[in-house]
């Protein structure tokens, strides 16, 4: 099977972000962009993708959308709605994640992470040691974050990490984000990094 025709497989079989599964509709605006970032601290914990998933639309849908509403939530009520998703292995410790993200970035960027972008100034590793400052986004959070940001912060793309070229080489594709970008030709940048990290986590 040719690059393209295994490519085109594997986004018809994966082609959907993270965001997209947990009912995020990204755009450039405040609460989206929040919601990643809850979405991309309850990913980059040992657990499988899919309680994620479901622990974020959980808060989400008990209307913790947005920075104010998680930090004016209490502890427990953020415990109990990981629950409700299955995030029970790490619920009490990212509850209190949950509450100081949220707290910070209410103090540092008024809730709206289009400030840490303009800060970053189109640079990626400026942008990506700023998602780091938020509790429970280390390396693999940042990862996730850019990862799905970069359809709305183009500045970002191709943004495909050490996952992403996992799922690539499990499959044959080429190595490099350029090699895998020209392939890809008009893909969402985004869809082509989760199809990626799904390949590369697939064991069906």
Known sequence: MSG??????????????YAAEAGIRLRDTPQPL??????SDLLSARIRAGIAVAA???LFSRGLRTPRRMADATWQERVDALGEGGY???D?????????????????YGGDLRRLRREAGGDVHTLRSGLRRFPGIGPT??????????????ETAPYLDKKALQGAERL??????????????DEDPAVLAAALVRGALDTG
């Open 172 to 185: 044959g594709l080429p190595g490099t984000p350029a090699a895998l970008t020209r392939l890809a030709k």
């Open 88 to 90: 029970r292995r790490y």
């Open 4 to 17: 393209r025709r295994t490519l085109d497989a594997l986004l018809e079989r994966h082609g959907t972000t």
């Open 92 to 108: 009490e410790r990212t509850a209190t994640q949950l509450g100081d993200g949220a707290l910070l970035l209410l103090d540092a």
């Open 34 to 39: 929040y919601q990643l970032l809850v979405l």
């Open 56 to 58: 974020a639309r959980a």
């Open 141 to 154: 959070g940042a990862d996730i974050f850019l990862r799905e940001v970069q359809t709305v912060w183009p």
